[in-house]
């Protein structure tokens, strides 16, 4: 499977950006795609997760400012990201995974200015 990540970028604090990941390759039915975040400095964290059947779970720092939806006839997960924080600035990730395979996308930058 690989995953392409696109949609970084720099905003301003309180504008959105919208990330997208396109998987490819030996898509199963049943699996879970999820976007991770890593700030310099510190360890990579759970941001939001969205299984097949739409089930989803967020961390409480971006609570009501985040949603993660998936396309699946595309294959595709989008995670937009609404009113915007300096400390929202990482690298983003995607990840595909089901209880047999776990992959990564490459990450994309999200830069957010105060």
């Known amino acids: 499977v690989q995953l392409q990540a696109s949609g970084g970028g720099l905003v301003q604090a309180g504008g959105s950006l919208r990330l997208s990941c396109a998987a490819s390759g030996s898509i199963f039915g049943v699996n879970t795609m999820a976007w991770y975040r890593q700030a310099p400095g510190r360890q990579r964290e759970l941001v939001a997760t969205?299984?097949?059947?739409?089930?989803?779970n967020y961390a409480d720092s971006v609570k009501g400012r985040f949603t993660i939806s998936r396309d699946s006839a595309k294959n595709t997960v989008y995670l937009q990201m609404n009113s915007l924080k300096p400390e929202d600035t990482a690298v983003y990730y995607c990840?595909?995974?089901?209880?047999?395979?776990?992959?990564w996308g490459q990450g994309t930058q999200v830069t957010v200015s105060s």
């Open positions: 969205i299984t097949r059947a739409g089930s989803t």
């Open positions: 990840r595909y995974f089901t209880n047999y395979d776990n992959y």
